[in-house]
Every structure is written in C-alpha cells, then in structure tokens.
C-alpha cells in the first residue's frame, strides 16, 4: 500500500510513500493499530533511495547496539543509531541490527513541524516504516513533541483502577503483569507504556511489540516504583523523591536540556495528581491482595 494511519497511544500517525517511495508493509504487531480516522497528528513521507546529511549537520547522540541477557546488557555493535541537528532539524541515522547487508535509514524531523521525511537507504520495493528501531524512535519523539511520558513500566487496571509498576530491568515488571492477569485484571502492557494527560486524569497506554497487540488504555490512579522484597510493604516517598525515581525509568535522549526540562515538568505534574510510592514485593498474589487492602483503606 501506498499509506495508513495508524493510532497508538492516542496519537494518529500517517505514513505515505513519495512517488520515489517503496510500497509500505506494516508488521504484523502493527495491523491492530491500523485506523482510518485521516487527520493525524503527524505525517511520516517514505522515499526510496540515499540521503545525504548536510555536511555541518552535528551528531548530539549516538546509541549503540545492546543486548541484555539474563539482565546483563552486552554491546553487540557500536553502530546502531545516531541524532544529528542541523539549524531547527533533526535526523536520526539507523543502521538496522540483524540485516544480511547494511540497511540503513534516516528520519528527519522537527520538535514543532507536524510533517516528518524518512529515506529507505536500499533497493527493496518494499519497506516497514516502523521497523525496529524506528518504532521506538518515532514513538518517543512524539512524546517529546506532545509533553508526554514514554516509561520503563507495567501496567494493569483491576475493576476500573489502574495501576503502573516501572523499575529497570529485573524488578519485577513482567512478573507483576503475570500475577495480576491471574486475577483477571486487564493487562495494558508488561515493559513498555505511553503515560498522557487528558483532561484532570493521566492515562496509560500501551505500544506495539507482541504480534497479537491491539490498542489498549487505562486510567492511572497509583504509581508504584517496585523492587522485590521479603515482604510486602508500601513506603511513601516525599515529591522530589518520587520525582526522580520515575525520571530513572523514563525513556529519554539526554542530548538537549530543552528535552530533560520538558520531562521533569511532565512528571512532576503527574505527582502532583497521581500518587506515586515505593514498593517493596513478594512474587506471589499475596502482594495484589496487599495492594487492593491497602486501596481500599485510602478511600
């Protein structure tokens, strides 16, 4: 196809192919998100063929390519993506992981225009524009540009209220997805989660990764920072504190102190409107009869 749109956590994206462009093939984790609501957010132009960066264009940050295995992260490769500016634009250069040849691409785009361009660096007549890592990459710029909160976390809501867990790697996230699904609580996502104000409320919602996602979303009403414990025990944390232990499980490109401003603002907000503690957990459905006990207390 020659365009889609596609709606994830709430944001209508638009890819259309250039007449250079290659025919567009979404994955199949991507099929749930396809919407026909034409009025997006931001429009993705895919062409076919080389860019050439402008020769005083400025690389800010470079990422290299990591793997984590038994929670241990293991640089694969230096080259993975890179962030340039030039004047008021930014391209972010991304060499694929895992392709027989060196497939490469370069998105440019803007904090403030709502039309994005992204050059397929190969002959193939067809192309995923949202390919790992551009997924991400798009998904998180567009938090940037909205003042939304793109995290490290796990979702549930249980009879209507919505509950985040975010920690790094190994603390529990995915383990606690699990036990709450037991409880027949909806699971908005297990490691990754888009956070949005609307209205007086913030809303979760989750991203596409597993080939059976569809669009899912839920009110957030406690933030949990989790750690595995002997016991379960809820420890209040004082606003600047809370503060900083979510900004730790954000996503975040520490390249421009505009961007670091932009996401301490955000989630200050949303302590200061959802109320966030410590966590201290067993890995079994004792801590979810812990956490609804003690909901229910506080109201």
């Known amino acids: 196809m020659k365009g889609y749109n596609l709606?994830?956590?709430?944001?209508?994206?638009?890819?259309?192919?250039?007449?250079?462009?290659?025919?567009?093939?979404?994955?199949?984790?991507?099929?749930?998100?396809?919407?026909?609501e034409n009025k997006p957010d931001i429009l993705i132009r895919v062409h076919s063929g080389q860019f050439i960066l402008p020769h005083r264009a400025e690389k800010v940050f470079d990422a290299p390519f990591v793997e984590e295995l038994n929670g241990i992260r293991i640089k694969k490769n230096d080259d993975f993506w890179s962030i340039y500016k030039y004047n008021d634009d930014l391209f972010i250069k991304i060499i694929f992981p895992g392709s027989a040849e060196r497939k490469e691409a370069i998105l440019q785009y803007s904090l403030t225009g709502k039309d994005w361009d992204l050059w397929f660096d190969n002959t193939n007549k067809e192309s995923d524009p949202m390919e790992y890592p551009l997924d991400g990459l798009i998904l998180y710029y567009l938090t940037v540009v909205h003042g939304d909160i793109m995290i490290h976390a796990s979702g549930a809501d249980h009879?209507?209220?919505?509950?985040?867990?975010?920690?790094?790697?190994?603390?529990?996230?995915?383990?606690?997805?699990?036990?709450?699904?037991?409880?027949?609580?909806?699971?908005?996502?297990?490691?990754?989660?888009?956070?949005?104000?609307?209205?007086?409320?913030?809303?979760?919602?989750?991203?596409?990764?597993?080939?059976?996602?569809?669009?899912?979303?839920?009110?957030?009403d406690r933030i949990f920072i989790i750690e595995h414990g002997e016991r379960n025990e809820i420890v209040p944390v004082k606003d600047a504190e809370s503060v900083s232990m979510i900004m730790a499980n954000c996503i975040q490109h520490n390249w421009d102190p505009g961007i670091i401003a932009r996401l301490l603002d955000s989630v200050s907000a949303m302590i200061a409107s959802v109320p966030a503690a410590?966590?201290?957990?067993?890995?079994?459905?004792?801590?979810?009869?812990?956490?609804?006990?003690?909901?229910?207390?506080?109201?």
Not at 23 to 28: D, F, K, R, T, W
Not at 278 to 299: A, G, H, T, W
């Open 278 to 299: 410590k966590l201290f957990f067993r890995p079994d459905r004792s801590v979810i009869e812990f956490i609804l006990e003690n909901e229910q207390r506080q109201s």
């Open 159 to 220: 009879a209507g209220h919505g509950f985040l867990f975010c920690g790094v790697s190994g603390k529990g996230k995915t383990t606690m997805a699990k036990l709450w699904d037991k409880e027949d609580a909806r699971i908005i996502h297990d490691d990754r989660l888009i956070l949005r104000r609307e209205g007086r409320s913030y809303v979760m919602y989750n991203t596409p990764v597993y080939n059976n996602d569809v669009p899912n979303r839920s009110r957030l």
């Open 7 to 36: 709606n994830i956590a709430g944001y209508n994206i638009r890819f259309e192919s250039g007449t250079d462009g290659p025919e567009l093939v979404p994955s199949e984790r991507l099929t749930g998100y396809i919407c026909f």
